[in-house]
């Protein structure tokens, strides 16, 4: 099924799974992505350390932790949702070793 555009936002349907996927924007110029009717995830790409959900923000944490300020790390991403902590690595850790 190809994917369904409205003013408020972009759904997909996920054949593997049988559900849709959406993409809708926030009050804040971020973006939410629900899976199946659940919010799983949330980025704001003009400003990617804007973390919005408090899982992915002590996620966020922890990464800050294990290593000095803006020194670029190592990491391996299980899953992505909207790519909040890729991108958050990014741009809190420029040159930093992703794979997602």
Partial sequence: MPAQHSPSGHT???S???VDARI???EFGGFVLEIGGAVQS???LADPARIRYEYLRRMANVLDAASPD???VRVL??????LT?????????PGSE???
């Fill in 12 to 14: 997909v349907h996920l």
């Fill in 16 to 18: 593997t799974s049988g």
């Fill in 24 to 26: 809708t924007p926030d």
């Fill in 42 to 44: 949330h980025v704001d």
């Fill in 70 to 72: 803006g020194a670029p």
């Fill in 77 to 82: 991403h299980l899953g992505a949702g909207a």
């Fill in 85 to 93: 902590l890729p991108r958050y690595l990014q741009a809190t850790r």
């Fill in 98 to 100: 992703q794979t997602v």
